[in-house]
C-alpha cells in the first residue's frame, strides 16, 4: 500500500453539494495553464490508470478519490447543445478528437484536478433512456480549441 502526506488544508466533502451561485466556467486560458502545470510532472498511480487520451467510462471500481473538482466549462444555458465539432473525421471517442469549449459533451463537462500529481480531467454525464454513463477524459492542452457553435 503506497503512503500518502497526510494534508494540512481541509478536504472537499465527498458528496456533491449544489453550489449557492452559479459557478463561472473555466476559460480557455485557465483549461490551457492547468493542462500545462498538470504537464510538468508525472501522473500518480491512480492518475496513470486514468491517463488514456480518449473519453474512457468510469465504473464504480475505478479510483477517482484523488480528484477534487474546479469548476466547469459550460454554463446551464448551453448545457442542451449537442452537436461535436469534429471537422477532421473524428468521432466522440477518438484519442485525438478536439476539446471543443463550447460544443457536446464539453459544454457539460467539469474540470477534475489531482491533489496528488496535478493532472487535469474533464468529467461529464451521459445520460441514455434507461442508463447513466460516467465519462472522463485527461484535459491536454494541444487540444483545446473554442470555435463558434454552429447546430
Ligand atoms: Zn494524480
Given at each position: 500500500m503506497r503512503l500518502r502526506p497526510v494534508l494540512c488544508r481541509a478536504r472537499m466533502p465527498h458528496h456533491r453539494k449544489l453550489p449557492m451561485t452559479e459557478p463561472t466556467p473555466l476559460t480557455e486560458a485557465q483549461l490551457r495553464d492547468l493542462a500545462l502545470q498538470a504537464d510538468t510532472q508525472p501522473r500518480c498511480a491512480d492518475c496513470a490508470v486514468l491517463s488514456r487520451p480518449a473519453w474512457e467510462s468510469i465504473s464504480?471500481?475505478?479510483?477517482?478519490?484523488?480528484l477534487d473538482p474546479v469548476g466547469p466549462l459550460g454554463t446551464p444555458d448551453i448545457a442542451h447543445r449537442l452537436t461535436e465539432f469534429h471537422?477532421?473525421?473524428?468521432?466522440?471517442?477518438?484519442?485525438?478528437?478536439p476539446i471543443a469549449l463550447g460544443w457536446h459533451p464539453y459544454n457539460q463537462s467539469t474540470l477534475w484536478r489531482c491533489r496528488d500529481c496535478a493532472g487535469v480531467f474533464l468529467r461529464y454525464t451521459e445520460y441514455g433512456g434507461y442508463y447513466q454513463d460516467e465519462r472522463i477524459r485527461p484535459l491536454q492542452a494541444g487540444l483545446l480549441v473554442e470555435p463558434p457553435y454552429q447546430e
Open positions: 464504480g471500481a475505478t479510483a477517482t478519490a484523488q471537422p477532421q473525421g473524428t468521432h466522440l471517442w477518438s484519442p485525438d478528437a
